[in-house]
Every structure is written in C-alpha cells, then in structure tokens.
T-cell receptor
C-alpha cells in the first residue's frame, strides 16, 4: 500500500538550476497539494489540484509551476532555483472536500539551494 | 487574514502525565478541525477529526475538544509515553479547496 510517493528524497541544487519534484499517489484521489515546510513556520501551500487538468495557486506559488495530466501524478517544477527555495517539500492528496476527509502525505523532498 | 497559533513551539512533560496542546485561530470559520502527528523526517499523519458541531472526540488515549466561540481546540494525550514524542499540527478545513495548518508543537515525553 504505497499511498503518496515523493522522489527524490534529497537534492542539492545550484542557484539558477531547475528541477522537477515528483509526486504520485495510488489511492485514486482527486485532490492533490504541494506544501513547503520551513523550520517553525508550519506548512505553506504552494499549488493544488482538484483533478486532472485543473491546478490553482496557493499561498506561496512564486518560483514554482505544476501540471496535472493524470489523476495519479502531480509534479512540481522549480525554475531558476534561489536560496529562498531551500526547504522541505511535501505532497499530499485527499479524495475530495466532503465530510472533512484528511490529507495523506508523502515523506517529503529535502531540497538545498547553494 | 487567517491566523492559526499553537500554544508553544515545544512542550516537555513527564511520562504518564497528560499532555495538553492548544490550537487557536482567528478570521476563520472552520467546518472541521484536524490534528496530525509528524515525526522527524516524515510527512504528517492524520490522527483525529472534530466537526464544528461536536464538542469533544476521543480515540484511545487521545481527546480533542473544539470551542467555536473561543476559536480554540485542545488536544490531550493521556498516560503519555516516550513514543508520543513528535510534532503535532492542527489544521482547519471549511469545505474549501485547501487546509490551513498551524505551525506545530514539538512534544517531548521524558521517561
């Protein structure tokens, strides 16, 4: 029972480089989310998707892009990496918004920009 | 703007005692409030959900209360154990597309 899988687990980038953080879920969930977590700051929403082909900005979208071509996958793209993007990135999914359904999280990607 | 606070960044208690964590919010009307546990190097894991019309919810040694007048939720762990040491996050949900998470409280249960 894989749940939400994130790759890679760790990555070091140089300033100005680009990369894609991968997220896949096998629970057939419609909603998927990308968060970043900085020490003492909680989870900040970057982008979310309510289904294949539909994405929307969260609280901190600048410097990131997403796509959702399938129900299962929700990759996060960093263009022109900056030191401020050093963080731990979490992907999550949930079936929908009814009856308070909880989010299911992956174990994160730890990204350092040097 | 919406704001969520959790009572302290860190809480130390002795094994066997009851741990009480607080979640306060402003400028928000949640339909649900959820609590998650996060261990170092792992993603958050869902623990409990309480609805706006519920006062209290229990699950084994966990108890959550929700006071929409005070805009506060209390999360209790009774008979705490060192294995309960983790960071606990509250999250608010109002049927919207996304949640709003608190900053978390790091709980340490000392043997």
């Amino acid at each position: 029972n894989a749940g939400v899988t994130q790759t890679p687990k760790f990555r070091i980038l140089k300033i100005g480089q680009s990369m894609t953080l991968q997220c896949a879920q096998d629970m057939n969930h419609n909603y998927m989310y990308w968060y970043r977590q900085d020490p003492g700051m909680g989870l900040k929403l970057i982008y979310y998707s309510v289904g294949a082909g539909i994405t929307d900005k969260g609280e901190v979208p600048n410097g990131y892009n997403v796509s959702r071509s399938t129900t299962e996958d929700f990759p996060l793209r960093l263009e022109l990496a900056a030191p401020s993007q050093t963080s731990v990135y979490f992907c999550a999914s949930r079936p929908g918004t009814g009856t308070g359904q909880p989010q299911h999280f992956g174990d994160g990607t730890r990204l350092s920009i040097l | 703007s919406q704001k969520i606070e959790q009572n302290s960044e860190a809480l130390n208690i002795q094994e066997g005692k009851t741990a009480t964590l607080t979640c306060n919010y402003t400028n928000y009307s949640p339909a649900y409030l959820q609590w998650y546990r996060q261990d170092p190097g792992r993603g958050p894991v869902f623990l409990l959900l309480i609805r706006e019309n519920e006062k209290e919810k229990r699950k084994e040694r966990l108890k959550v209360t929700f006071d929409t007048t005070l805009k506060q939720s209390l999360f209790h762990i009774t008979a705490s154990q060192p294995a309960d040491s983790a960071t606990y996050l509250c999250a608010l949900d109002n049927y919207g597309q996304n949640f709003v998470f608190g900053p978390g409280t790091r709980l340490s249960v000392l043997p």
